[in-house]
């Protein structure tokens, strides 16, 4: 799926959000270990992150071929700042078509510019397009600003999990399930 438009940011620059391609295989890898190094908020720890750049090439090709999946890049200056993504969350089951997941990192120097409401939007646009009748996300509860910025695109809680991560600390982290009815 492709996916091109510009933005205006908080402080006056643009953010360029376009598709991912092959050919931006290093700057995805070196933002996915930015932004998961950053916050304890997403899926992974960025030493977990066993991708290499050609891997990245690989699911990018993949994403730009799609029709219903996608990986957005934010550019800000020429650096990817940030992406996002939406990705089926079974395509054989016809059960489950209906059904995609939504995921995004920002670079942490980048938060309150309204990149992630951008890339939100971008991929809620492309999920309608590629015919998903329902958007879905986990956030970890204590993320009030994520959660905050959800909800004012439509997105409810249908349901919590205490138990939703366990941090290396020992700690559990609740985790808030999120959905978009799209139709």
């Not at 996608?70 to 993504?85: M, N, P």
């Not at 809680?157 to 205490?162: K, L, Q, S």
Request: charged share 30%; proline share 1%; net charge negative.
């Amino acid at each position: 799926m492709e996916y091109c438009e510009t933005t205006a940011l908080k402080d006056g620059r643009t953010c360029l959000l376009r598709n991912g391609t092959e050919a931006d295989d290093k700057a995805l890898l070196d933002i996915f270990v930015l932004t998961h190094g950053q916050t304890d908020y997403l899926l992974t720890y960025a030493d977990e992150c066993a991708m290499t750049a050609e891997d990245e090439a690989r699911y990018l090709k993949e994403k730009a071929e799609s029709p219903h999946d996608i990986e957005i890049l934010a550019i800000v200056d020429g650096a990817v700042v940030g992406s996002a993504g939406i990705e089926a969350l079974d395509t054989a089951k016809e059960k489950l078509r209906h059904r995609a997941e939504f995921g995004i990192s920002v670079d942490r120097a980048y938060w309150g510019l309204g990149i992630g409401r951008a890339l939100t939007r971008a991929c809620i646009a492309c999920a309608r397009k590629a015919g998903y009748r329902q958007l879905e996300l986990d956030v970890v509860a204590e993320n009030a600003a994520a959660i905050a910025l959800y909800q004012s695109e439509g997105f409810v809680e249908w349901g919590r999990n205490p138990r939703g991560f366990l941090a290396r600390e020992g700690h559990w982290q609740e985790l808030v399930l999120m959905r978009l009815e799209l139709d």
